[in-house]
């Protein structure tokens, strides 16, 4: 069993920047794919990013420039760092983790962390 629980979100001022942070419980944290999706209020759930366990990152083309996914094995973390923050950024961000090779279906996922981009 994994258990996630993110942390950092808050309120924002565009073009400025957040990092999300997620905690994972359970040994078997470094062999899982960790990474983020994001809810806006009605619309589907958005892929945003994903880290494998060899720390390799991938990147929705709406956050790649902007975002960067990070993860430390040692003590079970993985990390968002939001920059030059849109108006179009806003939601609930949720961390998952998956075995490799599953599907998102079959993943944990955590509570989310709500992000609010506004002057």
């Known amino acids: 069993q994994v258990q996630l629980k993110e942390s950092g979100g808050g309120l924002v001022q565009p073009g400025g920047s957040l990092r999300l942070s997620c905690a994972a419980s359970?040994?078997?944290?470094?062999?899982?794919?960790m990474g983020w999706y994001r809810q806006a209020p009605g619309k589907e759930r958005e892929w945003v990013a994903t880290c494998t366990s060899g720390g390799s990152p991938t990147y929705a083309d709406s956050v790649k420039g902007r975002f960067t996914i990070s993860r430390t094995n040692a003590n079970n973390m993985v990390y968002l760092q939001m920059n030059s923050l849109k108006p179009e950024d806003p939601a609930v961000y949720y961390c998952?983790?998956?075995?490799?090779?599953?599907?998102?279906?079959?993943?944990?996922w955590g509570q989310g962390t709500q992000v609010t981009v506004s002057s």
């Open positions: 998952y983790a998956r075995r490799v090779g599953a599907s998102v279906a079959s993943a944990y």
């Open positions: 359970g040994s078997i944290f470094s062999s899982y794919v």
